[in-house]
């Protein structure tokens, strides 16, 4: 379970340190096949839909304060660590992949720990106490964790009370995994999105990397199944961000109408939930 699994294509960009014989994954969600695919594809510090709209989106939403703990969930190759630390945060990082955090030790250090672990068992960790985190992070990650609901319940008990919890995912209403798209209306002359599907949860393999040994896959879930899942296990949404993309349409005869849909549309959103009990 790494973070930031969606994002433009990037060039090509350095490598990670091998995790040795006998390292397993920690779940059988992790994008260990595909770590150092996925580390060239975003990049070291992430793609630009990282630094330009997902990271910005998710610090705003935590306000991490000096001194504050923040466990960062699915944390992939580390490129959330520099922005909690630069606030006074200490960071800590999990993912499941041996090999996305090898490469998060070897250029990220300085900026927090980081561990091999479950998402859904958190708990298990020596290193981690439960009710000592201020704050918790899924960036990008939450749709790529299956099954949920012992996710949210294992960060919900890293969480102090009052802690927060911020998820930062694709829009579910309308960037459903091979269920949805972009369409022209000639008559009207706009852009619109349309959606096949929406309220059943899918199970979505998205893209076979062949020689690499793995298949990047993502679970849709209705907006309904978060926002009850986080009640659940006592966490109370108080904020909910609709994101639309940083993109801007090239000039041409649609770019008017492409801007428009682009500005109108969100693509990601945001949640923050506190923990009440």
């Known amino acids: 379970m790494g973070a930031g699994r969606r994002g433009p294509s990037a060039p090509r960009r350095g490598g990670y340190q091998d995790a040795g014989p006998g390292r397993r994954p920690a779940a059988n969600t992790s994008w260990d096949p595909l770590a150092e695919w996925y580390i060239g594809w975003v990049g070291e510090d992430g793609s630009k839909h ?27 190759h580390g490129v959330l660590s520099g922005y909690v630390s630069k606030e006074g945060g200490k960071y800590t990082g999990v993912d499941a992949s041996p090999k996305l955090i090898d490469f998060a030790r070897n250029h990220h250090a300085r900026d927090g720990r980081f561990m091999v672990g479950d998402a859904g068992d958190l708990a298990a960790q020596k290193d981690l106490r439960p009710g000592s985190f201020d704050g918790a992070v899924f960036l990008l990650s939450i749709q790529d964790m299956e099954p949920m609901a012992p996710v949210l319940q294992s960060a919900a008990r890293m969480l102090k009370l009052g802690g927060r919890l911020v998820l930062l995912m694709t829009h579910p209403a309308f960037r459903v995994p091979r269920q949805s798209g972009w369409g022209w209306d000639e008559g ?24 690499r040994g793995g298949v ?5 879930r209705p ?36 801007n428009t849909a682009n500005k109108e549309i969100p693509l990601f959103v945001g949640l923050r939930a506190v923990k009440i009990r």
């Open 216 to 220: 990047s896959r993502s679970y849709h």
């Open 188 to 211: 009207r002359k706009l852009q619109f999105r349309r959606v096949d599907r929406y309220l059943t949860p899918l199970p979505v393999p998205l893209k076979s990397y062949g020689d």
């Open 223 to 258: 907006l309904q199944d978060y926002v009850n899942g986080l009640g659940a296990v006592g966490l109370a949404v108080d904020r909910m961000d609709e994101i639309p993309t940083w993109k801007t349409a090239e000039t041409g005869p649609k770019a008017n109408a492409v």
């Open 50 to 76: 990282h630094r330009l709209l997902a990271i910005p989106a998710v610090m705003d939403a935590l306000g991490v304060r000096p001194g504050e703990s923040i466990l960062d969930i699915g944390c992939g």
